[in-house]
């Protein structure tokens, strides 16, 4: 849902189309959809969303070794990846001065039915995501073993009486993405996947000039080797709006989510609401492309009271010249607890968003944390891409951890500057239906990080290979 259409008219990449989702940022404009459609997409860096069937899966029509013609009832995807990577010191793990060469493997299988039994559909997907050649033990972030993470039934009625637009009800377990995905996001680059229990609904599609999409879901708790459970005593719950009448201009995404934990005596409750406005456009025929999201967060978080704060702003410029150059400005910003002590936690939670896009090496997310960067993407080459940045890392709060690392001084001594991070990426569309990526990642500690007892710079290099069976 979120921005999702019908399965039979979803705009989905071919194997062989270099272009990633986590990418979205690509040189060049993008049109809405058909004449008629108000969906314009974001050039920001890394905010396109999934497809829904993700952009693995083709109708059976559409399967040149397979289908025939006006079998656009069955969706099937079957894809494999093997990402190798190698990592010098990397400040994830507690162990200075580490040296990790893991083979991260995952597959992934789709099978929807859709038309058939219209106005019914459903839909299956299953994951085995699996680490080897690790010094680390596994964890959930890495290893899922045979996990089914969308297991679904869905109505869909073509005009909804009043509001005149076509309305999708689904109910059971999905992965998705919704806005930017900076807080829910399946988390492709991740080995494994968010996924949840419970409702969506979508009011309109994509391509109208407004959408409403809500959802009341349950969290899956994600277990290396068994499998996965619900967890009934969180509740996620979201109202997203999409205003395009004015796409021209301004997309304008209005969203409000709720994440209500409460598990027991054992663990404290939270309660944390998130208000929060997103808007992006293209500005004419100029070449420039912004894209910006604001984010408040209330309600308590234990015995404190929780007040948060989160902002992102994008700028880009794309120019008509070979190699499609598009050059961007970024800043993002989530805010830290001041004071430990206190009975206020200003520490922005980022739900279940996306890591990836705030650091190739995997060190940032969406909490305590000042980030500004500035990327250049290129296509030398239909089948080739180019992307390099650089950036460089504060604490919002000197007194909060920074979270991925778990490095944290409470009386603020040393410092917020955490580091700079230069990274390059390559990708290759070696054929129809196999994608090759190469890349690398230095990070210079900054006096935080030395201080803390991790002194290193950090390198990171990896090739990711990804095949996709149907075209």
Known sequence: MGES????????APAGDVEAKEDAGESGSVAAESPRSFFVESLGYGTRQESEPPKYVRELADIDWLGRPGQNWLDLGLDYRMRYE?????????????????????????????????PFRFAVEFEDASLENSQFEANSRDVNRNQIIQMYGELLFDSVPLVDRRLRVQAGQMAFEAVDRRL?????WRNTTNHFRGIRAAIGE???????????????????????????????????????RWSDVMTI??????????????????????????????VGDSGWDYDFDFAFQ??????QRHRAFAFTTEVGHSFERPMQ???????????????PGDDVSQRFDRLFGFGRPWSASDYFIWQNVIAPKTRLQLRPHPKFRFDCGYGAYWLASPTDVWAVTGLRDPTGQNGSFLGQELDFRVRWAATSRTDITLGYAHFFAGGFTERSGRPEDTDFFYVETLISLFK
């Open 325 to 339: 150059p598009r050059l961007s400005g970024f800043i993002g910003y989530a805010s830290g607890d001041r004071d």
């Open 253 to 282: 995404q209005p969203y409000y989510f709720v994440l209500d934990r409460h598990r027991g005596e054992s663990t404290p409750d939270r309660e944390i609401h998130t208000l929060a406005t997103r808007g992006y456009g293209i």
């Open 86 to 118: 190698i990592r010098d010191d990397d400040l994830r793990r507690p162990l200075a001065n580490s040296h990790d060469q893991p083979f991260l493997l995952r597959s992934r299988a789709f099978l929807g039915v859709k038309e058939a039994f219209d």
């Open 206 to 244: 994509r391509s109208d000039d407004w959408q409403l999409d809500l959802f009341a879901l349950n969290p899956m708790i994600l277990d290396p080797f068994e499998e996965d459970q619900a967890d009934e005593g969180t509740g996620f719950y979201g109202l997203i709006g999409d205003w395009r």
């Open 5 to 12: 259409e019908p399965a039979e008219a979803a705009a989905v």
């Open 184 to 188: 829910i996001a399946r988390n492709d």
């Open 298 to 303: 209330f309600g308590h978080d234990a015995d």
